[in-house]
Structure formats: C-alpha cells, structure tokens
C-alpha cells in the first residue's frame, strides 16, 4: 500500500475519532427529526430513524447534528495539521465553508472554533461574533460560556461581554442553575450571577439529575444541589447521572448505582455508558452489548462499539482490520489523543457505523 493511501487512511481514522468524541460534548439537536450519519462507498451522508438515506452521502466525513448544524470536512489533506472543518444545516448544505481546525457542535446558536492555537465563537452565518482570542471557550450553556485565558477562567453572553470576570483557575459549564469552578485549590458552586452557594468536599463536576460527583481523595462520591455529600466517596470512578442511575468503577469493574448510591446492577463491566432511554452500552472482557435496568442482556448482538440510544436508535461499530506497514507511529498517537484503539496486532482497527432499535435490529447494517 502506497503512502499516500496510508495518509487518507490514517487522516481518516483521526476524524472519525474526533468527531465521534466532539458529537458527546452536547445533545443533538430535538426539535426536528433526528439525523444519523452514514457512510456509503467511502462518502457520508444521513438516515432518519427509519433507515432511509435523506442526506446523500457526498462528505469525506460529517459529525452528529446539534441544533440544527453538524460539522464536516470534505478534503483529506496531507497532514492532519490541515484538516479544516465546516458545517452543514439540515438539508445537507454547506453554510459555513471548511476553515476551522477543530469545530465544536452548535448549541443555543453558537459553536465554539479554533484556529492558530486559539478558541473563539461564531454564529450560525459563520460571523465571528466572540473573537479567536482564548485559550478555551464554550459551550454555550443557560445563557453562558465559560471562557480561559492566561489560565484564568471567567464567563461570557453572547455578546462577548464579561458576565463573570476571569478570577477562577477552572470553571465547568452551567448546568441546573450552577457551575462548579475553582480557585486556590478549593471547589465551589456559584449561579450565573456568580454568587457563591456552597464549597464543594473536593473536586467536583457538573450536575445531572441533581447530583454531581466529587473527587474526595482518591474516591468518587456526589453531592446534591445544596452540596450535600449524599453518597459518601467510595468509587474508584463515576460518571452522571442519567436515566435515574450512574455507572460507577470500584477497583476494576463498573456497575451502575441508583440515586440513593444503591448498587443495583453489580460491578461486572470492563467499560460502560450511562443508560439512555432505558438501556446502557456495557463491555465484557472482550465486546460490547446492550442492558437493561435490571442488568439483564437487551438483546444478543455484540459489537466492537456500542453507543447511547436517541430516539430508539444507537450507534454501534464493528471493527475492520487493515493491514498497514510504516505508519504505526502515527496512528498509535491519534489513538492515544482520543482514547481510540487502534491496532491488533499489525493491523489498523477501522470502524464501520451501523445503527440498530431498541429490540437489536439493525437500521443500518456496518459497511463501508
């Protein structure tokens, strides 16, 4: 295989990790039909739920939409430090031209951008409406983005004006009312006009369903909104709430709590994903599959990658192996940036996207 497929190959493998990675940071876009991104005969496109293609597959590569926008880019260029991305409403058009190096999703009509090393927010038009002058920016979340520059952290609105000045070391965004930030070491809540409610017990993280985990030591617990320790720090690691339970690690294997920090699905898992619409993407030693909330087995299909359902549709992968000669390097690290497995053995694992219901009938088949 020649070098330069090598490089497509690879440049590939990049965005596929991190779009699927960016698409996790926010909800999708609710208010319309949902759109499902697919490839056919090495082009991306979109399904609705039913598995119907209403985007023609014309993208070299094309993320999830959210509110109303999904990122794309459409050129594999010689070097991943070239990649430039875009976006496209709805209908499959190109709005915002490919000139971004890395594009976060939309979200309340904003997404955050960057370019030579820095972070800015542009509108739907694509117009620059917060300058390309921060460290890190957004999302937009009730109203605010957190912002970092010169590792000081602050607050903005939409117009780019300060809301609450950069005086934080970190700040999370605003979720439930609140955002957790830090400053000297210390943890702490504060609402949007930046009036602090309560010291958090250690290192905390945004709330979901009204609880938000601490890191207390070398321990997971969470707190509720008053930022009451209500389940005592005992994990190894936690993720949110959702569905009314959270997946949680003690020593190696993860099971999933109830509100009351009840174990009610035993430890058993190598990974796991928050329940969604009533079902969790778990792993085995060895592949992944979908649980119920009793802990029971959904449905017997398994998958290499298996994701969260929205609207009674997930995304799973099954991987390919390709044999590549010569760019081992290069992949291992893009791999290492997103937390992507990329060999087994002397091959390259290439994900193929498929999509199935809740009851493990496919949608949408993985092919290339």
Not at 5 to 15: E, L
Not at 68 to 76: E, R, S
Not at 122 to 149: H, Q, R, Y
Not at 185 to 210: Q, W
């Amino acid at each position: 295989m020649n070098s330069g497929k090598n490089i497509r190959i690879i440049t590939t493998i990049f965005m596929v990790a991190a779009l699927v990675f960016l698409s996790q940071a926010l909800p999708a876009q609710e208010k319309s039909e949902r759109l499902y991104p697919v490839k056919v005969k090495g082009k991306w496109g979109y399904i609705n739920r039913q598995g119907k293609i209403v985007i023609e597959p014309k993208f070299f590569f094309v993320g999830d939409f959210s509110d109303g926008m999904a990122d794309f880019f459409n050129v594999v260029a010689p070097r991943m430090g070239d990649l430039r991305e875009g976006y496209i409403n709805e209908k499959g058009n190109i709005v915002i031209n490919e000139q971004f190096f890395l594009a976060f999703p939309f979200s309340e009509g904003m997404a955050s951008v960057f370019i030579n090393n820095k972070w800015g927010i542009i509108d739907k038009t694509g117009k620059t409406v917060i300058p390309l002058e921060f460290d890190s920016a957004g999302p937009f979340s009730e109203g605010l983005a957190g912002v970092c520059l010169d590792k000081k952290c602050g607050f903005i609105d939409k117009s780019g004006k300060y809301v609450l000045e950069p005086e934080f070391d970190s700040a999370g965004n605003f979720s439930e009312g609140m955002a957790i930030v830090s400053s000297g070491g210390k943890y702490f809540a504060i609402n949007n006009t930046g009036n602090k409610l309560f010291d958090c017990p250690g290192r905390g993280y945004h709330f979901s369903e009204g609880l938000a985990a601490v890191h207390v030591g070398a321990l997971f617990g969470f707190i509720d909104n008053t930022g009451q320790l209500v389940i005592k720090p005992q994990f190894r690691s936690a993720k949110d709430f959702k569905d009314g339970m959270a997946c949680v690690r003690l020593e190696r294997d993860w099971g999933f709590i109830d509100r009351t920090g009840k174990m009610v699905i035993k430890p058993q898992f190598k990974e796991c994903r928050n329940f969604s619409e009533g079902r969790a993407a778990v792993k085995n030693d060895k592949q992944w599959l979908f649980i119920n909330k009793q802990g029971d087995t959904a449905f017997n299909r398994y998958f290499d990658k298996a994701y969260d359902f929205h609207d009674g549709i997930a995304r799973v992968e099954v991987f390919e192996n390709i044999h590549l000669s010569g760019v081992k390097m290069l992949a291992s690290e893009v791999g290492s940036w997103f937390g992507f497995k990329i060999f087994e053995g002397e091959n390259i694992i290439f994900p193929l996207v498929g999509y199935v219901d809740k009851n493990g009938y496919y949608v949408w088949e993985p092919r290339h």
